[in-house]
């Protein structure tokens, strides 16, 4: 794609990488037909090729207005295209780039300023964030069905976390709202781990990974987040972990990425790229240990996997967590079209309520078309989201595995 940027941009490293990226773009279409928005509203601007259009317009100074901004919302970042494209366009940067641009020089309602302030000032504030939810629990009785469904029950215990004992050492990401919502998850995780000989820790001071406030457009806060977590990790990776593991594919997908993000920063450029060399999905760390897992005897549950985008997109791990629920014993069901996102996507099921209603709704539909006696999944944003009008249980997939492993 022929690109011809404008001077406030053009000789910025945001601009060089924009550049780039647009001119891989040879408008195949491709794209089109695996884009969740693209297909429920059938317009071209509310698809990859359409909106890689406007941010492009943007870019080379040409005139944007809401409606530009609208099309650029209304986007999940599943980044799905990425999977398709063959040319190997890296839409979700350029839309992290495209959007800021056109953020600024558009500018938000007061009440849409408000409502991205507000997510971005609570969620990634772990205490904060409990404090409300608890409070919203506490009158949660008393409210209408729609608000009510907002509010999520008290979350089950965490139960045991085994001592820290073992030779083989790695880090887990506690994060924001994960904790709060899902203690479970990690405690699940640092239990089966501790039947492989490997101790889970969490790093003290560990808080939001960043994606939060980064992809609400508060991008130089988000990269502050970031840093605060390698600065927390670091003592850690020097002691000699092994690794960083992620039970949360959408911090995942993040993590990943410090390498990139931070790669402008001289202070903290080699550090990113450590940490991104070092993380891995929980599933890939459990893959590695496939034949040393333990084999329960019976069949298992009937499971319809939930791949969250961020992980069979983000971080192009596809298969890997079926793979280690099927060893343990665990029936997976097939579920139809399985590339196409939940509707979750961080805050956008807050941001574009509408949307999100109706891809979850195409979601559930899928997974529970094949009688599943529970729903698994690898992200906390999603479990939360289908929780809500499941008609089975939905349960990160690692607290799944250590139920089995424990019964």
């Given at each position: 794609?022929?690109?011809?940027l404008a001077e406030f941009i053009k000789d910025t490293p945001a601009g060089?990488?924009?550049?780039?990226?647009?001119?891989?773009?040879?408008?195949?279409?491709?794209?089109?037909?695996?884009?969740?928005?693209?297909?429920?509203?059938?317009?071209?601007?509310?698809?990859?090729?359409?909106?890689?259009?406007?941010?492009?317009?943007?870019?080379?100074?040409?005139?944007?207005?809401?409606?530009?901004?609208?099309?650029?919302?209304?986007?999940?970042?599943?980044?799905?295209?990425?999977?398709?494209?063959?040319?190997?366009?890296?839409?979700?940067?350029?839309?992290?780039?495209?959007?800021?641009?056109?953020?600024?020089?558009?500018?938000?309602?007061?009440?849409?300023?408000?409502?991205?302030?507000?997510?971005?000032?609570?969620?990634?504030?772990?205490?904060?964030?409990?404090?409300?939810?608890?409070?919203?629990?506490?009158?949660?009785?008393?409210?209408?069905?729609?608000?009510?469904?907002?509010?999520?029950?008290?979350?089950?215990?965490?139960?045991?976390?085994?001592?820290?004992?073992?030779?083989?050492?790695?880090?887990?990401?506690?994060?924001?709202?994960?904790?709060?919502?899902?203690?479970?998850?990690?405690?699940?995780?640092?239990?089966?781990?501790?039947?492989?000989?490997?101790?889970?820790?969490?790093?003290?001071?560990?808080?939001?990974?960043?994606?939060?406030?980064?992809?609400?457009?508060?991008?130089?806060?988000?990269?502050?987040?970031?840093?605060?977590?390698?600065?927390?990790?670091?003592?850690?990776?020097?002691?000699?972990?092994?690794?960083?593991?992620?039970?949360?594919?959408?911090?995942?997908?993040?993590?990943?990425?410090?390498?990139?993000?931070?790669?402008?920063?001289?202070?903290?450029?080699?550090?990113?790229?450590?940490?991104?060399?070092?993380?891995?999905?929980?599933?890939?760390?459990?893959?590695?240990?496939?034949?040393?897992?333990?084999?329960?005897?019976?069949?298992?549950?009937?499971?319809?996997?939930?791949?969250?985008?961020?992980?069979?997109?983000?971080?192009?791990?596809?298969?890997?967590?079926?793979?280690?629920?099927?060893?343990?014993?665990?029936?997976?069901?097939?579920?139809?079209?399985?590339?196409?996102?939940?509707?979750?996507?961080?805050?956008?099921?807050?941001?574009?309520?509408?949307?999100?209603?109706?891809?979850?709704?195409?979601k559930l539909a899928a997974l529970q078309a094949g009688m599943p006696d529970?729903?698994?999944?690898?992200?906390?944003?999603?479990?939360?989201?289908?929780?809500?009008?499941?008609?089975?249980?939905?349960q990160h997939w690692i607290v799944a595995l250590d139920k089995r492993f424990?019964?």
């Amino acid at each position: 794609m022929e690109t011809h940027l404008a001077e406030f941009i053009k000789d910025t490293p945001a601009g060089r990488e924009a550049e780039s990226i647009l001119r891989k773009c040879v408008h195949c279409g491709f794209c089109t037909a695996t884009c969740p928005t693209y297909q429920l509203l059938g317009d071209e601007l509310d698809g990859p090729r359409g909106r890689i259009y406007l941010m492009k317009q943007a870019l080379e100074g040409q005139p944007v207005s809401a409606k530009t901004l609208l099309h650029l919302d209304r986007c999940l970042t599943c980044r799905s295209c990425e999977t398709t494209c063959p040319s190997g366009v890296q839409y979700g940067r350029l839309l992290d780039i495209g959007r800021g641009v056109v953020n600024e020089r558009v500018g938000r309602s007061m009440l849409d300023r408000a409502r991205r302030r507000a997510l971005a000032f609570v969620l990634p504030r772990r205490g904060l964030f409990a404090s409300l939810l608890a409070l919203g629990q506490s009158v949660r009785p008393l409210m209408p069905g729609a608000l009510k469904e907002k509010v999520p029950e008290a979350a089950a215990p965490a139960g045991a976390w085994p001592a820290t004992e073992h030779a083989r050492r790695m880090i887990a990401l506690a994060g924001c709202v994960q904790p709060v919502l899902a203690p479970d998850i990690n405690a699940a995780a640092a239990r089966v781990l501790d039947r492989l000989g490997i101790s889970l820790i969490e790093a003290a001071g560990a808080g939001c990974c960043g994606a939060v406030r980064f992809h609400l457009d508060y991008q130089a806060d988000g990269l502050d987040d970031m840093r605060a977590m390698i600065d927390a990790w670091w003592p850690h990776v020097e002691a000699g972990v092994e690794a960083i593991v992620m039970t949360a594919s959408g911090c995942g997908a993040t993590v990943k990425e410090y390498g990139h993000l931070l790669a402008g920063d001289p202070k903290y450029a080699d550090k990113a790229r450590r940490i991104s060399s070092l993380t891995r999905d929980l599933s890939e760390v459990l893959d590695a240990e496939l034949e040393r897992l333990p084999n329960p005897s019976g069949e298992g549950a009937r499971v319809a996997f939930h791949s969250p985008c961020t992980l069979q997109h983000g971080q192009q791990i596809r298969g890997v967590t079926e793979r280690v629920l099927t060893r343990a014993g665990f029936r997976l069901v097939p579920v139809p079209d399985a590339h196409l996102c939940c509707g979750s996507a961080g805050t956008y099921s807050i941001l574009q309520e509408a949307l999100s209603k109706e891809l979850k709704r195409n979601k559930l539909a899928a997974l529970q078309a094949g009688m599943p006696d529970l729903i698994a999944t690898a992200n906390i944003g999603c479990l939360a989201h289908l929780a809500v009008g499941a008609q089975v249980p939905v349960q990160h997939w690692i607290v799944a595995l250590d139920k089995r492993f424990a019964a």
